[in-house]
């Protein structure tokens, strides 16, 4: 059966997922200039988010306009308590992630740090390909597919990010997005400790597309199930945990050197950082169910 181990890594390990957020140093690690989740100045986050990927939503989107631009209500309900929580997220960022950001920035090349991102991107095809299909987005789910197969291989596990560069190039569906495609609603604004700015929705399909990868089942299980065999054996749960947790980590602060730019001047031109940040998200994601 499933381990209960699954419950502590959405509470403890998805923790150091930090808010999506405007996008700095962006482009692909291949002889261009190069998200996540998976990414443009789509949000301004709490904290810092995983970079969005070439497949993310290109269209330009306005942090500071009313939330009813983008999803018709913004639906807000719980906001002094979503407020207090930002404003902590907030000081975590600002006095811990991002000094650490900016040395990992002073001595990591930009083309290092872009090849990072796009191998976190390549590694998580198996949720956006699967919603694809969930969706009935058939081009979309063979695009995946192809991505998969050139990043995986000549673009060297995902480093480089050839698939861009030929136009090989699709929106990232998310299983939040899938749930929407299908009429449900998505419900209050929720700001969480450490965590990216979600909906209710968007919340269950974040745990949900946990499950649509392989990698969590075959590779490094946080979820194990009787029978169903791994890479690394369910008793070696001390070395699942530190490669999970390391990975995690080493994907947030990569992201965030190459978001510190844009969020700076984000924050420094917006008076309600936090209004910005809730609008923008909402925007991003009526757009990406609209798509």
Not at 118 to 130: C, D, K, M
Not at 225 to 238: F, L, Q
């Amino acid at each position: 059966m499933i381990h209960v181990r699954l419950l502590a890594f959405c509470l403890l390990v998805v923790a150091a997922m930090l808010a999506t957020g405007c996008a700095g140093k962006t482009g692909t690690a291949q002889l261009q200039g190069v998200n996540d989740a998976t990414p443009n100045a789509d949000q301004a986050p709490a904290l810092a988010p995983p970079a969005q990927s070439a497949t993310s939503l290109n269209g330009p989107l306005d942090p500071f306009a009313s939330a009813d631009e983008g999803d018709g209500d913004e639906n807000d309900p719980w906001e002094p308590v979503n407020a207090n929580i930002f404003e902590f997220n907030l000081k975590v960022d600002r006095y811990v992630l991002k000094p650490v950001a900016k040395g990992y920035d002073f001595v990591m090349p930009d083309l290092v740090q872009v090849g990072i991102s796009n191998i976190f991107t390549n590694l998580r095809f198996a949720p956006r390909f699967l919603n694809n299909v969930f969706q009935g987005k058939i081009k979309g789910a063979g695009i995946e597919v192809g991505r998969f197969l050139i990043n995986s291989t000549v673009g060297l596990a995902g480093f480089f990010d050839l698939a861009t560069k030929i136009d090989l190039v699709t929106p990232e569906e998310d299983l939040g997005q899938t749930l929407g495609f299908y009429g449900v609603r998505p419900g209050p604004y929720l700001v969480l400790p450490l965590l990216q700015p979600f909906t209710v929705r968007d919340f269950v399909g974040y745990v949900g597309d946990v499950f649509l990868n392989p990698i969590n089942w075959l590779v490094v299980p946080i979820i194990e199930v009787d029978g169903v065999p791994s890479v690394i054996a369910h008793k070696n749960r001390t070395t699942t945990s530190i490669i999970q947790y390391g990975a995690r980590v080493g994907e947030v602060v990569n992201d965030r050197s190459r978001n510190l730019q844009k969020f700076q001047g984000v924050e420094e031109a917006t008076l309600d950082l936090y209004t910005a940040v809730r609008n923008a998200y909402l925007q991003k994601r009526a757009q990406a169910v609209r798509e």
